[in-house]
Every structure is written in structure tokens, then in C-alpha cells.
């Protein structure tokens, strides 16, 4: 049976990684390569390496760091921030990235999965959405979750998949940061909507959380934090162990 | 020194990486010479069944690998290059592979359950179906990764390991010197350190 895959997400500026609560107000946390490494001994099932800043400022990723990152950790890496065209995806596969993860770029150039995933193939183009309510709607945010597109979240996801992304990332800002769980409600109508795996993403406070969510939406097939796991707040083998003792399928 | 068989196909950062880090002596290369001169081949491939092969045709190097496989010398394909070592592909039509193995290679579509998503991606227990040499380091149930959407059947007696997805998988094959991984031995971990590890150290 295939595991369910806990992710940890590193956010990096200036070469750090770091985690903000609901995006703003960033700490610096630790070394990407050091922390890249323990979580890689330590039973993480991937990891999610994002320039949050990148499609803001239009910086490019430090690929040097992401370079060392990809030689010393030999579990799948997917790599995010400021990738608007081919060529992004090129750099970051050149560097060791297995996965390229599309935003903001993907809403600036339509056609930008497409190119990709005839490339590189589906299962390397990775959708990342970040969705917030509002007005009882579901919107996708853009810019790290600044800019409201006003665009509809699940057709949005929708029309991704078809377009030819392999996986998506489901961020969900009202949750993010306030680690009172994941958004089970739209995490589910996401894995309603579309066949690809789907990676939640958003709330993540303790190991209960976890277990709630591939509880409640057994479609889901992974959930990705930062700060919980950065701070040590939640060790990923204490948590795989939690989940299996819960019935849920993961590597240990 | 092992060859890895560099003919356009894929990204072999993460395959070198990994073979540096068991500090095994290793080519990248597409020349006929080097790969004859070589202890052993890898034949690494992603992307889709029709353009690896035409490239591997075009280079000239399915002969040469071949006629190295049937001198005796190890060979291991990884995920679409394990693939390519069998009789024939229906991805997208049918194709020719160096017929190495006898099988053939077809879509999870319409052959697992539909309630499955594909391509099979993720870690995935290994189900050992007999002894090899390759897995020396490996215990049963231990997770690798998995990236396909097609998958090799009517394998004969090459199957050394399956994983479970909507039914058993053909997830590694040994014949003699000739072995395959469908998963990415580069990608799982100290447990695929370790299969590459076995490799380097066979005869």
C-alpha cells in the first residue's frame, strides 16, 4: 500500500529558512542544508523547498543552496518560488530538484503548466495554491497570498489537473499559522474535484491534527508544515508512529 | 568504474549524487568504449517509453549495452530504463525495448483499480518474492519511491520484488546479471543508498 507522506515545507530568504504566521513576520530558523539533512535522517517522506519571496520580488532562487540541498538528501525535493517560465523549471531540475512547484506564475502565464508538464512530464509540475474564503467563496491568492485574484479556487485546480499538473498543493491562509488543524472543508472538496494526489497544507499544530486529517479525507495523501517541525514541536518519527498507531499507512 | 549511460534522457543529478555518496567510482557517459571498459551499467530514464528508446537507438548505444548485458556484465535499469530492458511497451503504441527480459511493459489504466490515482507516486513497501544479491542490505516491507504510470508484466521468473498497489506491482526483477527497478533507488533514502551499494559490490 502506498504511505501517507508527511512533508516538511522550508521556506527560505536570504538563504534561511524561515516561517511566518499567516506569511508576515518571518523568523530566521535555521540552516536549509542542516535542517534539510535531519529531516531527511529522521523519516521525512520529501521535502518542499520554497523561495517565498521570489515571486514578490522577482528573485531568483539561491540555486547554489538548493545545489547542496539536492547533493546530500536523497529523498524526492520539490522545489517553489518565482518560477514563471520553462526555463525556471530547467534551472531548478538542473539543480537537483525532482519537482517544480508552480503559483503565482502559473496565474501570470496561463499556458506556463502546459509547457511544463509536455517538458518535463505531469508527474514533475507540481500546482500550489494558496486559498482563502472570501465572502463565502474560495479565492486563490497570489503573491504569497497578497493579492486576492478573485479567481475560483476549485475550478482553478480543476483546470491545472487538466492542463497537466501531477500533484497539488492546497495552502489554505485562513488556516495557516493559527495551528488550530488543517482546513478539512476545503482540503476535501479539493480531493473531490480532481484524481491527482493532493498535498494539504495550512494549520498543521499538533499530531492530532495529522491524524484528523487523513482521517477525515482518506483521499489525501500528505500533509506539509513548517513550524511545528522546525521548532521541534513535533519530531516526524513521534508522528509517524502516532499515525500507525492510528491505522495510517506510513514509512517508518 | 561503473557507466552510467548518459543518452539524453533525464535529470542524472541525483543518481550521481548518490553513487558519490557510497563513494563508488562512477562515468557518466555515452561513449561505446567507456561503457565497455566499465565494471558494470546503469541505464537510468525518465519521461515517456518511445522518445528514451528512439534516443538510445539513435546513439547507438542499445547495441552496445545489450551486447555488454549478454557478455555477462551487471546492468540495472532504473524506473524507465528497467522498463527498456523488456520485449515490448504499449505505452502510447507499441514499442520495441532491448529484450533483455522477457515482458512487457502496460498502463496502470484500466488494469488496477480506477479508484487509484496514477501514476503510482510515493513510498511504497517492498514485497520480496525471492533471494537476490541486489536487496542483500534490504528488508522486507522497507518503503522506496515510486514515480510510473506503466508497469512491467508477464515477467516470467524475473520478479524478485512487488509492490502493492490496487494488486501487486512488478517493483524490481533480477535475471543473472541483469537487473531492473521501477522505483528510484536514488530517491529512497539509506534504503536505496543501500540497493545501489549491493550493486557496486557484486561481481
Redesign the interface.
Known amino acids: ?3 501517507k ?1 508527511i512533508i516538511p515545507c522550508l521556506d527560505i530568504k536570504n538563504g534561511r529558512v524561515v516561517k511566518g504566521t499567516n506569511f508576515q513576520g518571518l523568523n530566521d530558523v535555521s540552516s536549509p542544508i542542516e535542517l534539510a539533512r535531519l529531516y ?1 535522517d529522521n523519516l521525512a ?1 520529501e521535502l518542499v523547498f520554497y523561495d517565498i519571496t521570489a515571486s514578490f520580488e522577482g528573485r531568483q532562487l539561491f540555486t547554489d543552496i538548493l545545489t547542496k540541498v ?3 538528501i ?3 525535493l520539490t522545489v517553489g518560488g518565482g518560477i514563471n517560465t520553462v526555463d525556471d523549471f530547467d534551472r531548478v ?4 530538484a ?1 519537482k517544480v512547484s508552480v503559483n503565482s506564475g502559473a496565474i501570470k502565464n496561463p499556458s506556463l503548466i502546459k509547457e511544463a508538464a509536455h517538458k518535463y ?3 514533475c509540475v507540481v500546482l500550489s495554491v494558496d486559498i482563502k474564503r472570501v465572502d463565502g467563496a474560495f479565492h486563490v491568492f497570489a503573491k504569497g497570498g497578497r493579492e486576492d485574484t478573485g479567481i475560483e479556487a476549485i475550478n482553478w485546480i480543476k483546470q491545472g489537473v487538466a492542463n497537466g499538473a ?2 497539488i498543493v492546497v495552502n489554505s491562509i485562513d488556516t495557516d499559522g493559527v495551528k488550530q488543524g488543517f482546513d478539512i472543508e476545503m482540503l476535501k472538496l479539493v480531493c473531490d474535484a480532481v ?3 493532493v498535498i494539504a497544507s495550512g494549520g498543521a499544530g499538533n499530531m492530532q491534527h495529522f491524524v484528523d486529517l487523513f482521517k477525515q479525507i482518506p483521499d489525501i ?2 500533509g506539509l508544515a513548517a513550524s511545528i517541525f522546525h521548532f521541534g514541536e513535533v519530531a516526524i518519527p513521534d508522528l509517524k508512529r502516532e499515525l500507525k498507531e492510528n491505522n495510517i499507512i506510513v ?1 517508518l | 568504474m561503473i557507466a552510467i549511460v548518459d543518452y539524453g534522457v533525464g535529470n542524472l543529478f541525483s543518481l550521481i549524487s548518490s553513487f558519490k555518496r557510497i563513494g563508488a567510482d562512477i562515468v557518466v557517459t555515452a561513449d561505446p568504449n567507456v561503457i565497455e571498459a566499465a565494471d558494470g551499467i546503469i541505464l537510468p530514464g525518465v519521461g515517456a517509453f518511445e522518445d528514451a528508446a528512439r534516443k538510445l537507438h539513435d546513439t547507438g548505444l542499445d547495441k552496445v549495452v545489450k551486447a555488454e548485458a549478454q557478455k555477462g556484465k551487471k546492468l540495472m535499469g532504473i524506473c524507465l530504463g528497467m522498463q527498456m530492458l523488456f520485449e515490448k511497451s504499449f505505452e502510447y503504441g507499441c514499442h520495441e525495448g532491448l529484450g533483455l527480459l522477457k515482458g512487457n511493459i502496460i498502463p496502470m489504466k484500466d488494469t488496477i483499480p480506477n479508484t487509484l490515482k496514477i501514476p503510482h507516486i510515493g513510498w511504497n513497501a517492498l514485497h520480496f518474492t525471492r533471494k537476490s544479491d541486489l536487496f542483500k542490505y534490504i528488508n522486507q516491507n522497507d518503503c522506496v519511491y515510486f514515480v510510473h504510470s506503466f508497469y512491467a508484466t508477464d515477467c516470467d521468473d524475473s520478479v524478485v520484488a512487488t509492490a502493492e498497489y490496487g494488486k501487486e506491482l512488478t517493483a524490481a526483477v533480477q535475471k543473472g546479471n541483469i537487473m531492473g527497478c521501477q522505483f528510484h533507488p536514488e530517491k529512497s533514502g539509506q534504503v536505496g543508498l543501500n540497493i545501489l551499494r549491493a550493486f557496486c559490490e557484486m561481481e
Open positions: 500500500m502506498i504511505t507522506r531527511s517522506d539536492a547533493s546530500e536523497f529523498i524526492p531540475l538542473k539543480c537537483g525532482d512530464g505531469d508527474q501531477g500533484e484524481n491527482v494526489p495523501d500528505a514509512r
